[in-house]
């Protein structure tokens, strides 16, 4: 009889988070499961942005340092611990403040079958202030271990992405998985579920490389809007019947580029907030070919330090509806559409919130203040669904 093992864990995105209210030192990792003989080993890779640390001078260069530091422990005992330390360096101003996540590095450990506490620590070198985590794993036996946790590759160039947030530079990915006692045969199939993304399968294959076994698929990103979302890997007989099945989380994160290329439609949607019915029907009305110029004098009419290549208003734009996305969205609909998605990218974030998540006899409610536009606005939860629409203009 063939048994279904499941990967359940690994390749979930967690977060690092700062010890200091107010600190903007915070990072993402997820961790996979490979087998390793008798063992399991357990890669956790760390990613952060430049906006999250501090820069300093050097030179004619802007220096960042950071440590990472982890803490493994099995009913209370430390039995193993590691750190590194690294840089990165920028050559402006402009581009210490680029909120694109890149990654920073991975712990890599071999562990025996059982449960686990991690601590991750993140110190900001230049300006002393730390981010932490702390999580719990279940190491699964190894001998179970039919199909590791997934990856994700580029397919024109072959290079691995050691992160589980991509944005959104090309066509299509690769997914792939390093595949144990299963015979070239099987059959592999790849699903791509999402919250607001119809779920869609991918035929796959049994590849040999680097003396191992790997299942391997590819899939369309392109149509594919931002979000979260959860790549599948099974393994089928010959016969058909399911024999192993690994899964991740992933996030795409879409860029001007994209939006320009892919989902311009969106993007004008978007834009509506902040720009003019004039620059809107000129944006649309603008051939193919002839649009990346017409969007970059957009942007440039609207860059308060024009002598610079770092527009910040582009920049602050694209992360409100990012921001907006991640933190007002539903089932139903992105976080951008929202009625705090809109306010949020037309004002910026308010001076003051003030929250009544339970109020006696009345809907949870927001009240967001600008005090420096003499503006505030009542968000009210009357479905109780967390989707707070805008009641009134005070």
Do not use: C
């Not at 990967?7 to 977060?15: D, E, K, M, N, Y």
């Not at 200091?20 to 008798?38: A, V, W």
């Not at 959104?168 to 999402?194: F, K, N, Q, T």
């Not at 919250?195 to 490389?209: C, L, S, T």
């Amino acid at each position: 009889m063939i048994i279904l093992l499941v990967v359940s864990a690994g390749a979930q995105s967690l977060f690092l988070l700062p010890e200091e209210e107010g600190s903007p030192l915070k990072g993402n990792f997820s961790y996979r499961f490979f087998r390793q003989d008798t063992l399991v080993r357990v890669e956790i890779p760390v990613q952060l942005s430049n906006n999250a640390l501090q820069f300093v001078r050097d030179g004619a260069k802007y220096r960042a340092r950071f440590k990472l530091s982890i803490a493994v422990y099995r009913k209370k005992e430390l039995i193993y611990s590691d750190e590194f330390s690294d840089s990165v360096e920028v050559s402006k101003y402009e581009y210490t403040n680029l909120s694109e996540p890149w990654f920073a590095g991975k712990f890599s450990l071999t562990l025996p079958k059982g449960k686990y506490q991690i601590y991750l620590v993140l110190v900001d070198l230049n300006s002393r202030q730390k981010a932490t985590a702390k999580f719990k794993i279940k190491v699964p036996n190894p001998k179970s271990i039919k199909i590791s946790t997934p990856w994700f590759f580029v397919p024109e160039s072959d290079s691995l992405i050691l992160t589980d947030k991509i944005p959104v530079l090309w066509d299509s990915l690769g997914v792939m998985a390093e595949v144990y006692d299963i015979p070239e045969s099987a059959g592999v199939e790849l699903e791509i579920v999402g919250v607001r993304y119809k779920p869609r399968d991918y035929p796959g294959k049994i590849v040999e490389k680097d003396g191992g076994k790997f299942a391997q698929a590819f899939f369309p990103i392109d149509s594919m809007p931002g979000g979260e979302y959860e790549a599948k890997l099974t393994l089928y007989s010959p016969s058909g019947s399911k024999i192993a099945r690994a899964k991740t989380d992933f996030t795409l994160i879409q860029t001007p580029q994209s939006m320009i290329k892919y989902h311009f439609d969106e993007l004008m949607d978007q834009l509506k907030l902040i720009a003019n019915p004039s620059e809107i029907k000129e944006l649309e009305n603008t051939d193919s070919s002839s649009r990346d110029s017409v969007w970059a004098e957009f942007w440039k009419k609207r860059d308060p330090t024009p002598n610079t290549e770092y527009n910040e208003a582009k920049e602050e734009f694209f992360r409100r509806v990012q921001y907006s996305n991640q933190h007002f969205g539903t089932p139903y609909r992105p976080g951008w559409k929202s009625d705090r998605g809109r306010i949020y990218i037309t004002y910026g974030p308010p001076d003051e919130i003030e929250r009544h998540p339970f109020e006696p006899n009345y809907y949870a409610y927001e009240i967001w203040y600008y005090y420096s536009l003499g503006i505030a606005f009542v968000f009210v939860d009357e479905d109780g669904d967390g989707d707070y629409k805008l009641r009134e203009t005070r």
